[in-house]
């Protein structure tokens, strides 16, 4: 029905905009856009030179001598010089609060030592009031020479009365100091939670500081919760970064109890995003209860998906895998706490697809990646065929029999490349280099078949979707080690990797009919590029900015010269 909707609204008004009205005269565009280099993602017709935009919606696509007959006297025109236009990217993985909230905190992504590392968090705590909490952070203990975990006598000393919890950069660990341990009553006599792991000095047994995982839940218990107007600002950091990076679109892995966060900006028409607000896995009964089914809502603002746990991350050695790690033979990860006790998660996520919300799993090593399929292989066969869409999270680590499970079991492979070329530096030393072979495994997952969804997992990775897809093209690891790609064999073409930030994260929210592609009648979100990101070398890519973003029908962010 909305593919039948689209089309018959598509004739509509292209036929109103193109064919003379009463009296000779054509409508006006409000917007149009002409002598771009237009790739629609749309096969019908790939290509184009303009786009005219009427309301919020794309009235036609075309020449510029067709489009620019469309021009009238209110009409906002762009002249994109050559200049590559594309659908509005839609990131299918965001935290976008927490991220907005890392835009104002400490920054320890690339805190070289860890001495910088406390440099930096002494700086910051120096500048706030007196008790205030120092939260964010992202450090990534990888880029440290011998890649020690922080410990909290880094920064006790001048942080006694303030407490400090700060995460690395994929979420899945935290350090917290000596005053934040007290508050959650952390001490050497405290079990290991199911799912999580208290990092203890191993000659004494005193926690380090380090938590992992549901261990991270002592200390958040305690934390005090943002007010509204503070997560109001945080929200509105994030839209605006989002708008100039040209992402029209995300899909909230965190929002929770936040929807109403995005409601109170798209009431104040603050919000610049469109917002897929996905729950915990265990609101899936609140849901149910009220008959909120799967991306229920308005164009804007929708609820109905869930985010579940299977495991943790590689960085954290908390990825399940079949085999231990290399460099920590004593552990193969950890599962998350949501698959405790044993048939639990199965027995969540087949009544959560009973009562029709859409399930996205978190799932990492290949381990997880084998359990999830197989838990959405027997719903799949306890709840009967439907077009549900499920999705792994991540889907970073994969047997090479598992690949093909996704498109039989009509699995969405929500991916984020970035991770690829970070990973990248440090992954084998983890899992050695025949397990590699299946890490982010882009091609391989495309030729059997399977939807790839692509985003960033911000703020554990860059919110900029061409940095994305520089790094599903290139595969060049931040390091600068392997220029011709790190796993080369799994690299995809610029193309691939555009749709799966464009026509894979629609699909991926059941919105296919409604954006992803530049085509009559959806929506207007577009986004224009200073270079052709399909003409110039792969390797390039990575410089290449945004210079306009179009969201909903109007210009939310315009490159300064």
């Not at 859409?358 to 719903?379: P, R």
Request: proline share 6%; hydrophobic share 40%; with cysteine.
């Amino acid at each position: 029905m909305r593919a039948i909707f689209a089309s018959v609204l598509s004739a509509c008004l292209t036929a109103a905009f193109v064919t003379p009205a009463a009296g000779g005269q054509t409508l006006e565009a409000d917007l149009v856009v002409v002598n771009a280099r237009v790739r629609t993602m749309d096969p019908a017709r790939p290509r184009a030179e303009a786009v005219a935009v009427y309301g919020n919606r794309i009235a036609a696509v075309g020449t510029s001598a067709r489009i620019r007959r469309l021009i009238g006297a209110r009409t906002r025109v762009v002249d994109a010089g050559g200049a590559l236009l594309l659908p509005g990217f839609n990131d299918s993985h965001v935290h976008f609060l927490s991220g907005g909230f890392q835009l104002s905190s400490v920054d320890l992504r690339d805190a070289a030592t860890p001495q910088e590392f406390a440099a930096r968090i002494r700086r910051f705590a120096e500048k706030l009031p007196r008790g205030r909490w120092v939260t964010g952070g992202d450090w990534d203990h990888e880029r440290w020479p011998g890649a020690p975990l922080p410990t909290k006598e880094l920064i006790d000393s001048f942080t006694p009365d303030r407490p400090v919890f700060v995460n690395r950069l994929d979420g899945h660990m935290a350090l917290a100091n000596s005053h934040a341990l007290r508050l959650a009553g952390i001490t050497r006599d405290t079990p290991d939670p199911p799912g999580g792991l208290i990092v203890r000095d191993p000659a004494t047994g005193e926690p380090t500081g380090v938590l992992k995982d549901a261990a991270m839940s002592f200390v958040w218990k305690v934390a005090p919760e943002p007010s509204f107007e503070e997560k109001l600002e945080a929200a509105r950091s994030a839209t605006a970064h989002a708008a100039s990076l040209g992402v029209t679109s995300v899909q909230d892995m965190s929002a929770g109890n936040d929807v109403g966060v995005y409601q109170t900006l798209l009431e104040r028409g603050e919000l610049l995003t469109r917002v897929y607000a996905v729950s915990p896995l265990s609101d899936w009964e609140r849901l149910g209860r009220v008959g909120v089914r799967r991306a229920f809502g308005g164009d804007m603002l929708r609820v109905g998906g869930l985010k579940g746990f299977a495991d943790g991350s590689l960085g954290s050695t908390t990825a399940l895998f079949f085999e231990p790690y290399l460099d920590a033979p004593n552990t193969s990860g950890l599962p998350g706490d949501e698959m405790f006790p044993e048939g639990a998660m199965r027995k969540r996520v087949e009544a959560a697809d009973r009562a029709g919300l859409q399930l996205m799993i978190h799932a990492i090593g290949d381990s997880a990646n084998d359990s999830i399929l197989t838990i959405y292989e027997q719903v799949l066969k306890a709840n009967g065929e439907r077009d549900r869409r499920f999705r792994i999270e991540h889907a970073q680590h994969l047997r090479p029999q598992d690949v093909a499970r996704f498109r039989r079991v009509g699995v969405v492979a929500s991916m984020q490349p970035y991770h690829c070329i970070d990973d990248g530096r440090w992954a084998e030393k983890r899992i050695g280099a025949a397990r590699a072979q299946g890490t982010y495994a882009f091609r391989s997952l495309l030729d059997a078949g399977a939807v790839l969804a692509f985003g960033s997992d911000w703020s554990v990775a860059p919110l900029d979707p061409i940095q994305g897809i520089y790094a599903a093209a290139t595969r060049r690891t931040l390091d600068g080690k392997n220029p011709g790609g790190w796993v080369p064999e799994q690299k995809i073409t610029v193309e691939e990797a555009a749709r799966a930030y464009t026509v894979g994260s629609a699909y991926a929210e059941f919105a296919e009919g409604r954006k992803g592609t530049v085509t009559p009648g959806k929506l207007a979100d577009l986004v224009l590029l200073t270079e052709d990101i399909f003409r110039i070398e792969p390797a390039r890519i990575e410089k290449v900015r945004v210079r306009l973003t179009v969201m909903d029908g109007k210009v939310v962010y315009e490159k300064k010269d």
